[in-house]
């Protein structure tokens, strides 16, 4: 949970209220391109100190060469003869008084210095701080345990999978990637060795290790960890998975390079100690089990639908399902119709396609990063931020911007029903961040403590989400009763019944924004609500209607 948080504005829906808060960048692909821009200007300033210090080197250069030159021509054969020149003399003192402490003592240096670190002080506010750190690795985790990702290669830059024959294969091609270093991966390790999470801490320290192996050079100025933190992190990891004899191996390795870490030779004593009252545990390797999760009990099924990358179903499997050119009996539509494509019936889902065009699709981004803030969801009648949803929300008035009232009236028209506040909520815009994704969830409140009924218009009833953007990889939207996927359509929107006729909820609409591979998401939500719509969907005492 962020410490940055700061509660200024709080906006009451279902599960979900928006908090504004100040860092998270990790939270928001938005903000991920904003620091890029801020690191074009730390770029700017290291150039500029560079040209500084080679211009100060150069000059200190130019003087030793003047002065060497001086001993080796001149003081070298004949001292006596050079001392006895009052010219020779007097140089030589004034260099000793003064030439050589203006070199030694001068603040140049410092002041070159001091520019670089104001350049990065202008900037600092808007830096990464512990928590996008940490997020951003959690990100790499969730990415790779929702898409079962091969560890050597995403440090490689490839998104592979390993098959049951010990094969890789391409997941994805990114156009662009980079390689990991041996220092990447010690941080990614180091923050799941940190929650004792040594499922993954194992994995990317083991890789942390290799590289830090294989490095040219011993030490980085930039980097934050080293061989000896990798094999000592990793020692633990393994100790702590059962494979003892590993760590012992590691652990020895460490003190070729510490041999006075006391630390590390008591944990040599004890692990040669455990080896030896179980020998078993000499070869013995541990068992790699990944954390458990307590509130996410469609794991299996929610990662499966993730990894298809969208699985709706297909008409020869089901077919009542169509397409067509879709009016609603509405006078606006007859001319330029809506391509609607009936993608369920169970849980009854709508795709209409080109339902926003890309320049409102822009507008609707633009007008809402200002307001972007980490969302966060409900428990009870408190709200917190929490991993299984990553991203960053705004609410848009229609007096936001005239195209958010345009797509009220588009949505009315297309569904007939009262989306006007307080029967429908403010379009909600949402950008999810790095690995962003929303776990297995309800639009529909399951509580009658939820927030959402402080509106006085009872349950959502329906959703209309819009995407906003396409996306390279991932990003479903996974249902997960229902049992598919469907992926990004960029400026389509997706329509589905979160109620039944009879106010009940509809349990197959359990359904998670899957983790973003590759690419920006954002998508704009309209939730509509019960009250208001008793003419456009009456009600039904049928429990399947």
Known sequence: MSIYLKF??????????????????????????????????????????IEQETERLRDIQRFYAKVSQLHSAVYSRLTGAAAANPLVAFTLIKRLHSEWPNVVYSEEAQENTQALRSGY????????????????????????????????????????????????VDIYRPRVSIPLSGDDCFLVGKVAYDVEDYYHSVQWLEESVRLFRGSELAWRPEDEGSLEDALDHLAFSHFKTGNISYALSLSQELLRHDPLNGRVLLNVEKYERL??????????????????????????????????????????????????YFTNGSPALLLQPMRREVVSFKPYLVLYHNFITDAEAESIKKVAQPALRRSVVASGENQATVDYRISKSAWLKDTAHPIVGK???????????????????????????????????????????????????????????????????GGSTAFIYANFSIPIVQNAALFWWNLHRNGQGNGDTLHAGCPVLVGDKWVANKWIHEYGQEFQRRCSPNPDE
Not at 153 to 168: A, E, I, K, W
Request: glycine residues 8%.
């Open 275 to 324: 080896l030896v009252e179980n020998p078993y545990k000499a070869t013995a390797a541990g068992v790699l089990k990944r954390p458990s999760t307590t509130y996410l009990r469609t794991r299996n099924t929610y990662e499966r639908l993730c990894q298809t990358q969208g699985s709706q179903p297909k008409h020869y499997e089901d077919p009542e399902l169509f397409c067509d």
């Open 121 to 168: 002080g202008n900037v600092e506010g808007s830096l990464p701080k512990q928590e996008d750190i940490q997020g951003a690795a959690q990100g790499l985790m969730r990415l790779q345990d929702v898409y079962a990702l091969h560890v050597e290669g995403l440090v490689r830059g490839h998104f592979q999978r390993l098959t049951n024959q010990g094969n890789t």
């Open 407 to 473: 797509l009220d009236e588009r949505i009315h028209t297309l569904t007939g029903l009262n989306v006007q506040h307080p029967y429908g909520e403010y379009l909600q815009v949402v950008n999810y961040g790095i690995g962003g994704h929303y776990e297995p969830h309800f639009d529909h409140a399951t509580s009658k403590s939820s927030p959402l009924y402080r509106l006085k218009t009872g349950n959502r009833i329906a959703t209309f989400m819009i995407y906003l953007s396409a996306v390279e990889a």
């Open 8 to 49: 200024l504005t709080v906006w009451f829906v279902t599960g979900l209220v928006v908090i504004s808060t100040n860092g998270e960048i990790f939270t928001s692909m938005m903000n991920v391109k904003q620091a890029i821009d801020t690191e074009r200007k730390l770029i700017y300033h290291l150039k500029a100190y």
